[in-house]
């Protein structure tokens, strides 16, 4: 990896850690990734940031999902890959 991009995952990764979750768009799409109470961190991927009335992102465009049970940067990683 490129250093301005590994500077960029830490970062990304360490506002995850402090915020407990993190949204972002790439490639078009709009991700949502929040620590679990149980397991690592959820990845949720929409395809618009459209929210509902409490702030919430639309569960009717969420096109997938999953769970990492990595670091915080494994979280950034998995997300980019």
Do not use: P, W
Not at 43 to 71: A, K, P, Q, V, W
Request: hydrophobic share 35%.
């Amino acid at each position: 990896m490129m250093k301005y991009i590994e500077k960029d995952l830490t970062l990304l990764a360490n506002v995850l850690k402090t915020n407990k979750s993190l949204d972002l768009k790439h490639k078009g799409q709009f991700y949502q990734i929040f620590e679990s109470d149980d397991l690592g961190y959820i990845i949720n991927i929409y395809t618009s940031n459209e929210r509902d009335e409490n702030g919430d992102l639309l569960d009717s465009n969420m096109i997938d999902g999953g769970i990492c049970t990595g670091s915080a940067k494994d979280a950034i990683k998995f997300m980019i890959s």
